[in-house]
């Protein structure tokens, strides 16, 4: 039986009534004429307190406009339904949201009549969305400290995306260009490239997550340590859906960690150094002390007959050499120590390093005749004089030719050169034909104290500085020493002074 129109009035009523949703409605200029229990119970007010306020009353002051637009665009016919997300007060003051729905009622004559409004509350909802992006915003401010880069790939579209962290730790700077396959790898590092392939085909075949450590190359030739962690997500049907991971730059930490690897080796290098230095002081010293102590033992207590001027001759003879051997190395110490206290003034004058050379092979001459060694020069007639320290000069040259004395058997051949190479440097050296040096142990004979050989195995006398103080005297003066040597065939020591240094021809 149909309803008649008293009763569907009636029914219309109690829908409104009893509806979930509220229901207010609405005069065109915006005053409540009818309200429903839902409405009243949102904004806690009783029906009577609702039908005296208007949509202004009730609504937030920053959302009146919403609401006015809305009833103004019904008004004036423009549409006959009007959406809106708005914000109501309740009695007690504090904030409702609501979801509103405007519709427009025309009267008998078809003319704008009423406006219905259905209030569904969203308080709840919003307040997780403000949950929600107030989480969003703190996770986001952790990420930007932490300097961590987020990236995901998708398996259905293969497809990369770097956020803005990750194109920077990457050194992308055109942050659309595609991430393929390609253009990923070939940034790795050469030396982690085949590792790289190997783990992403088995997490592209949906395998595993990953999480390990590895190189890029940067555009600028720069290497960066990354370290990736990944998390595979799946469909329900266990297909792989999408991999999102995790960059974390480690340049610093690893940088910081190789640097204390090498102050680690260096002060167990240092504290060796002193070890084999004071084994090598108490052999180098206590050997020329004993014979000192020996032999004058023996003459003053009359067990050597003083009336033998032969022996009395040998033994001063031995005692003289054993005192200037304990010399010379404890003015290899002093100089040494005054060179890294920076005692060691450069005195910087005009010199002809041929007369230098001429100088110390004069004094040395002797030794190398005694030790059955010819000694020879390589002199160019053109070289330059120089600004340099004559006496750094005279002590550099002394060294390297007790060195190659030292170090030359009888019948071998000491060279002393002096010429300019291609860049019109002053060049000199010493080179002989002796025992000879491995490769490997080149780089330590240019150490404090350092010895090829152990204290106790080696057949030649020294403390192991002469070459330390030729370096760091050639290095006051901005010059550099190269040392090539080959076991058996001999040794050469080149000294090389900076151009600033050489004088106009």
Known sequence: MPLTRTDGRTALAAIMEYSPIGMVLLSLDGRCLLANRAVCELLGYSREEMLVRSFRDLTHPEDVGVSARAIATLASQQATHQYAEKRYLHRDGHEVWGYVGWSLIPDDAGQPGYII??????????????????????????????????????????????????????????????????????????????????????????????????????PDGRIRHLYVQSVLQRYPDCRPRRLIGTNWDM??????????????????SASKAKSRFLANMSHELRTPLNAIIGFSEAMKSGIVNITNADLVRSYSADIHASGRHLLSIINDLLD??????????????????????????NVMRRQAEEAGLTL??????DVPAA?????????????LLSNAVKFTPAGGQITCGLHTDGGGRVR?????TGIGIAAKDIPRLMQPFAQVTSVYSRQHQGAGLGLAIVRALVSMQGGEVA??????????VTVTLPESRRLAA
């Not at 600004?387 to 060294?399: C, K, T, W």
């Not at 000199?428 to 002989?432: I, L, P, R």
């Not at 040392?483 to 050469?492: F, H, I, N």
């Open 483 to 492: 040392l090539a040597s080959e076991p058996g065939k001999g040794t050469a």
């Open 117 to 218: 409004a259905q209030v569904a509350d969203i308080t709840d909802r919003k307040r997780h969305e403000a949950e929600r992006e107030e989480m969003t915003q703190m996770l986001q401010l952790a990420i930007e400290a932490s300097g961590i880069g987020i990236w995901s790939y998708d398996f259905d579209t293969d497809k990369t995306t770097f956020d803005a962290r990750m194109n920077e730790l990457w050194g992308r700077t055109d942050d659309s260009s595609p991430i393929t396959r390609e253009t990923w790898l070939a940034c790795i590092h050469p030396d982690d490239r085949a590792m790289m392939a190997a783990r992403a085909d088995a997490v592209r075949d949906g395998n595993s997550d990953f999480e390990l450590e590895h190189r890029i190359v940067l």
């Open 428 to 432: 000199c050296w010493v080179a002989d």
């Open 251 to 268: 340049t610093d930490q690893i940088e910081a960690a190789e640097v204390l690897r090498r102050a680690r080796d260096e002060a167990e």
């Open 387 to 399: 600004r340099a320290d004559e006496r750094a000069m005279r002590q550099i040259l002394l060294n």
């Open 376 to 381: 020879v020069y390589d002199i160019a007639g």
């Open 336 to 361: 040494l120590s005054r060179i890294e206290a920076g005692r060691f003034a450069i005195e910087t004058t005009d010199i002809d390093l041929r007369d230098v050379i001429n100088d110390v092979a």
